[in-house]
């Protein structure tokens, strides 16, 4: 099925679901404008009046002959199961009155009885389970008073008193409805709490999704246009009295916006196509170079020492982005054109310190934009640490702690 209709529609096919393909009562109860269980009512009615048409017959002479009042009675108890996902619990003490009225006038036991385990049925999965248990002691009370007491008083007459051995098959039926209702009851319940749980998982998953992109875009973006920004001021300030280093200075702006929009682009295809691999692999401590290459283009002079480890893709894009993140926000909020980025592994962690020896813009130490924010936040989902503010000795530090191994969730 086409994904974009699929979504269009706010979710996926209903078999697609975990639980029952077919559309349960409680379902049709809880959904507004819900179809009338036409079909089945329909089928159950006709089940009813044919089948004590049967009971009738076997059990003639012992029970009073079906006559119009009774036929009336199992109309009544079966039709109002129509209603039994809009109005549970007066369904369920509907019939339960009606099969009571049948029963007491000596009409034969047959299928009547099957409309009260539907419509308990009903309730108990719709939540009324105090009502259907209600309703069954009730029907069954008024049985005991017909079958050993007032049996002398009601139709047919001349019957002997039931069995008590009968009250055992009675009282297994009644159980046995109850086990069933309270068990489909729990189904629901429980396909009802793993749907909230998918659909809060799927939103967290959303949600970290719409965090990675937008904190991807930040560090892709802010590097390139603060060398951009800078850039342009050196263009504009020398247009007029130095054109070769003007010149330059729009060729390096080419240059950063153009690999802005590559990067951009890669973002963009990652989004449009979720299910394929990316065109281009993800950037890692392997470009360092263009990293100190661009900066040098903003007048920042960079000094890297240690070598980059191998590291998973995911702790490599993440000690890249840092390593842009900090630069950057040297090339924006420092007054120092020179900046030292170190590099040093051991015990299964990588270090990452990036110094400038340039006063701070800001005193907050802590920083609270959205470039310290992001590279802490990187830390975080893999299991590392950041620490971000200024020097004793003056200028500003970032150091990154990261896991060299690839931390699995369980």
Not at 38 to 61: K, P
Not at 180 to 197: D, F, G, I, N, P
Request: charged share 25%; glycine share 10%; proline share 7%.
């Amino acid at each position: 099925m086409d994904v974009e209709r699929v979504r269009a529609r706010g979710g996926p096919a209903r078999w697609w679901r975990h639980g029952p393909p077919w559309p349960g009562p409680w379902e049709e109860s809880e959904r507004p404008g819900s179809r009338w269980p036409w079909r089945s009512t329909l089928l159950l009615t006709v089940f009813v009046l044919v089948g004590s048409n049967f009971a009738a017959h076997e059990q003639q002479g012992e029970r009073a002959a079906l006559d119009p009042f009774a036929r009336v009675l199992l109309l009544v108890a079966a039709a109002s199961l129509l209603w039994r996902h809009r109005h549970p619990v007066h369904v369920v003490f509907g019939t339960a009155a009606a099969t009571a009225l049948y029963l007491g006038a000596g009409y034969p036991y047959g299928p009547v009885l099957l409309t009260v385990a539907v419509a308990c049925f009903a309730a108990v999965v719709a939540g009324h389970r105090q009502a259907a248990w209600t309703a069954l002691g009730l029907l069954w009370a008024v049985h005991l008073l017909v079958a050993h007491w007032l049996y002398r008083w009601l139709p047919p007459s001349g019957d002997p008193a039931a069995a008590w051995a009968q009250e055992g098959v009675v009282a297994a039926w009644v159980v046995a409805i109850l086990a069933v209702s309270e068990l489909a009851r729990a189904r629901r319940e429980q396909w009802a709490r793993e749907r909230a749980e998918r659909a809060q998982a799927a939103r967290r998953r959303a949600d970290e999704e719409r965090l990675r992109i937008a904190r991807e875009l930040h560090d892709v973006l802010a590097h390139s246009l603060s060398v951009i920004n800078v850039q342009a001021g050196v263009g504009l300030a020398l247009l007029d009295a130095d054109p070769e280093q003007a010149r330059t200075a729009l060729t390096t702006i080419k240059s950063a916006s153009k690999e802005a929009l590559g990067e951009v682009r890669q973002v963009l295809d990652t989004l449009r196509t979720p299910g394929d691999a990316p065109r281009a692999p993800a950037p890692g401590l392997d470009r360092l170079p263009e990293l100190v290459e661009q900066a040098a283009r903003a007048g920042l002079t960079v000094e890297v020492t240690g070598e980059p480890p191998r590291l998973p893709p995911g702790t490599d894009l993440a000690a890249f982005r840092i390593v842009q993140e900090a630069l950057t926000n040297v090339v924006r909020h420092s007054g120092s054109r020179h900046a030292r980025v170190h590099l040093d592994e051991a015990g299964g962690t990588l270090r990452l310190r990036i110094d400038d020896d340039g006063p701070a813009a800001h005193a907050d130490a802590g920083g609270s934009g959205n470039g310290l924010a992001g590279m802490r936040e990187r830390a975080a989902a893999l299991g590392g640490t950041i620490e971000a503010g200024p020097r004793d000795d003056g200028g500003f530090r970032v150091l990154a702690v990261l896991p060299t191994e690839v931390r699995e969730d369980r």
